[in-house]
């Protein structure tokens, strides 16, 4: 099971930096590391072994835990993080890590108070440590079964858009409301759970805006129409944009549809293992700038995609660090006139050794409806 070998990794990882056990709290890192898709859960994960690693959560999710998570001792509480403080103070836990990127304030007291109260009453207590971003480091790169469910994610988002041209759901006189539900059911006729995000579909002058969420707006014959979505399939997210026109395209259309196809081509092609994700981005927005848009490209280049929509890593100027082999990412340059309308590309990818795999299949070309 992968999810057996991902916190062998991590105990290595604990080991290395002298922690006795990481207690995690965020429901992401939870799912990745035992499987639970519950709402309710905290997990101990012990430096020693499997077998002194324990999972908890409350007793509406007794059914369900013991199926989703089958080889970790389970313990049924609330609140499940004071629960598992607790357990570790009892066995003399010294080091404790906790995701302080994800816990409050007051929610560290409430683990330290649980920790102290369990504790010994004389002897060391335990010390709860600061260890933020263990667990999303080691979600960076995706295993092959993370990636086959972004593979499913992306073809289902790919069979919806196919689907909604074919029937003639993107047409003139329907409003973008109308166009994202219909493009969301279409996903999950094939097989998603749900959207990734909430779609957008912008017409018009709203196509310049990078983030329109849909309104009442009617589609208009010589529209460019924006549609920005993804599929979620086993709690792993993809991401597509395709710009298309309604009608004949005008000459300005045209050449900001293919200039934005050139940069994202450049974006794509620099996708290579070890390549500083600064130059990724600097590759597609240099193609931007020397056409005179550079100020119309307004965001970052792309970004890391998996049990999240947004993670790392992240494409932009200032990024720092370098591409790995198994990251999964997007590019997705765009350039936006306001007024007049915007053009946006984006694909999902897998970074390789060799060229990158494209998992976001659906042609590039503008297509004209």
């Known amino acids: 099971m992968p999810h057996t070998s991902r916190r062998a990794a991590l105990r290595a990882t604990l080991r290395d930096r002298g922690l006795d056990a990481l207690l995690v709290t965020n429901l992401l890192n939870i799912r990745y590391l035992t499987g639970f898709t519950g709402s309710n859960a905290a997990l101990l994960v012990s430096?020693?072994?499997d077998e002194a690693t324990t999972f908890c959560t409350d007793g509406r999710y007794t059914t369900q835990s013991a199926r989703q998570v089958p080889d970790l001792e389970r313990l049924t509480d609330?609140?499940?993080?004071e629960a598992l403080a607790a357990r570790a103070a009892k066995a003399g836990l010294r080091k404790v890590g906790f995701e302080s990127a994800h816990v409050t304030v007051d929610g560290l007291d409430s683990l330290a108070a649980a920790a102290s109260a369990a504790g010994p009453a004389t002897g060391p207590a335990t010390e709860l440590v600061r260890a933020p971003?263990?667990?999303e480091l080691f979600r960076l790169v995706k295993d092959d079964t993370e990636i086959e469910a972004l593979r499913m994610a992306c073809a289902a988002a790919d069979r919806a858009l196919a689907d909604l041209l074919?029937?003639?759901?993107?047409r003139a006189g329907r409003t973008e409301r109308e166009i994202a539900r219909e493009l969301e059911s279409r996903m999950l006729d094939h097989g998603a759970q749900g959207p990734s995000f909430e779609s957008i579909v912008a017409a018009g002058a709203n196509s310049a805006i990078p983030h329109h969420r849909p309104t009442d707006a009617v589609?208009?014959?010589g529209d460019l129409v924006k549609l920005d979505f993804g599929a979620l399939v086993d709690g792993y997210h993809s991401d597509m944009t395709r710009t298309v026109v309604v009608g004949p395209p005008a000459d300005w259309q045209r050449e900001l549809h293919d200039l934005v196809a050139t940069s994202q081509a450049a974006g794509r092609a620099a996708l290579s293992t070890g390549t500083p994700l600064a130059d990724v981005d600097r590759a597609s927005r240099s193609v931007i700038e020397a056409a005179g848009h550079g100020e119309h490209f307004t965001h970052g280049l792309g970004h890391g995609?998996?049990?999240q929509i947004h993670e790392a890593p992240a494409f932009a100027r200032a990024s720092e660090g370098t591409l790995l082999?198994?990251?999964a990412v997007t590019v997705e340059p765009g350039v936006y006139l306001a007024g007049r309308g915007g053009v946006r590309i984006e694909d999902t990818l897998v970074v390789r050794e060799g060229a990158p795999e494209l998992l976001t299949l659906t042609t590039k070309d503008?297509?004209?409806?």
């Open 78 to 81: 609330r609140p499940c993080g």
């Open 366 to 369: 503008l297509v004209v409806v």
């Open 166 to 170: 074919e029937h003639g759901g993107l």
């Open 305 to 307: 995609v998996g049990l």
């Open 325 to 327: 082999p198994g990251m």
């Open 47 to 49: 430096a020693a072994s």
């Open 219 to 221: 589609v208009r014959t």
């Open 133 to 135: 971003g263990m667990v």
